[in-house]
């Protein structure tokens, strides 16, 4: 499997009023599963389902989603009727992007940050504009702050 395309974190299910799951499609049963933490690959919709499920009864989950994008925002969209969702990394992007943003956020300049990742200038702006078309932003700025807003970038 390449890397995942989104990291989330869900905490336990909400609990639901009426008779049925908020999906609609399980009964609704006890939540046997309230304390358990499961960890899975989500590449398909059986196994989207079955967390889906498993999520329904209690279970709060780290998951790696390699869906396709409609498949995968689907997914991500029923698990935030249910749960908790947090996104804990940014799709696609490496630990040098990472960093290099991480440094820009806290005031270097390009040209410092790509020194302390040992890159050259030249190759750090061709990574942050790789990252920016990732993260479907057109400036650093905009790059840092949605980061900022996902908590994807560490405090150190």
Do not use: N
Not at 4 to 20: E, H, K, N, T
Not at 125 to 135: C, M, P
């Amino acid at each position: 499997m390449s890397r995942p395309q989104v990291v989330i974190r869900v905490q336990r299910a909400r609990p639901c009023s009426s008779g049925v799951d908020e999906l609609g499609s399980l009964p609704k049963e006890p939540y046997a599963l309230e304390g358990t933490t499961m960890s899975a690959d989500i590449a398909d919709e059986a196994t989207a389902a079955a967390v889906l499920a498993l999520v329904l009864r209690g279970a709060s989950a780290e998951l790696q989603v390699y869906l396709d994008p409609p498949e995968r925002a689907q997914f991500i969209e029923q698990l935030k009727r249910i749960a908790d969702v947090r996104e804990s990394i940014p799709p696609a992007l490496d630990d040098e992007q990472l960093e290099l943003l991480r440094l820009l956020r806290d005031g270097a300049t390009l040209g410092q940050a790509a020194t302390h990742v040992g890159l050259s200038r030249r190759t750090a702006d061709r990574r942050l504009a790789r990252a920016r078309a990732t993260l479907g932003v057109t400036t650093t700025a905009e790059a840092v702050a949605r980061l900022e807003e996902r908590r994807w970038l560490p405090r150190w």
